[in-house]
Every structure is written in structure tokens, then in C-alpha cells.
């Protein structure tokens, strides 16, 4: 396995309008891609550049996993995003590892991008987004 490139921080919040200029404060840069991602019914936006970047994730429909979430451990990290090269593979590779997926294929994230996640039972109680750059 080659390693891994971390991409971006997942960060469930209520309102992105009340999120946005907290974190564009703390990580000193704007909000850039705002978008709906109606298959997640979640609106998200991304602060910074580069590894480590900020996503701002908020919940179009109480239904969705994000609303879950933040109905039963309120805002906070909701997950860490790594970039892969080839997610089909990597998705392989993890589950003959034992990691659960909770993705058993890739799927269309915000801006367009492969995306599947590994269930936080399998690793350490830490929802891991796995992503190909679209």
C-alpha cells in the first residue's frame, strides 16, 4: 500500500452560514465551493488549500446521516478524508484487510469526486472518507 495523502477534515454543523466565517477566522482563508450534494442531502464548503483543508458539512434533510450525526454528538469532526489514486482498488484492498465499508462502491461526492467511506467500527471509532479526484 502506498501511503496515503490526507485531503481535507470533515466538520458537521448546523448552518453553514453561522460556520462559514468561524473557520474562514481560524484557518485564515475563504470559503470556496459551495455546493448541494442532493445524493448525501448535504450542503458543503470547503476553507483553505491544500492537505488538511477544512469541509464544512451541513444537513439539507433531517434524514440525512449528517443530521444524525449531529443530533447525536452535535457539531463537530465528522470525518478524515484521504486521497487515493485508484479508489475501486483501494476499496478492494481495505475490505481484504477487514475494514467495513460502508461504500461497497465508489460513489459521486461534492465537486464531482469518487468518494466511499470505511465504517468507524473498523477503525478506531474514526469515520474515513476514501477519495479520487474527479
Known amino acids: 500500500m502506498t501511503e496515503r495523502i490526507l485531503d481535507h477534515f470533515g466538520i458537521a454543523v448546523p448552518s453553514l452560514d453561522e460556520a462559514i466565517p468561524i473557520w474562514t477566522y481560524l484557518v485564515g482563508a475563504p470559503a470556496i465551493g459551495r455546493e448541494t450534494v442532493a445524493s448525501q442531502a448535504v450542503e458543503v464548503v470547503f476553507i483553505g488549500s491544500g492537505a488538511g483543508r477544512v ?5 439539507t434533510s433531517p434524514s440525512s446521516s449528517v443530521a444524525r450525526f449531529l ?8 470525518h478524515v478524508c484521504y486521497r487515493v489514486p485508484d479508489l475501486t482498488a483501494a476499496l478492494a484492498e481495505h475490505k481484504t484487510q477487514g475494514f467495513e465499508l460502508i461504500d461497497q462502491e465508489p460513489r459521486r461526492g461534492a465537486h464531482n469526486h469518487l468518494i466511499a467511506f470505511l465504517h468507524p467500527r473498523t477503525a478506531n471509532g ?3 472518507e476514501l477519495l479520487q479526484a474527479g
Open 71 to 78: 443530533e447525536k454528538r452535535s457539531s463537530g469532526i465528522h
Open 126 to 128: 474514526v469515520l474515513v
Open 55 to 59: 469541509e464544512l458539512l451541513a444537513p
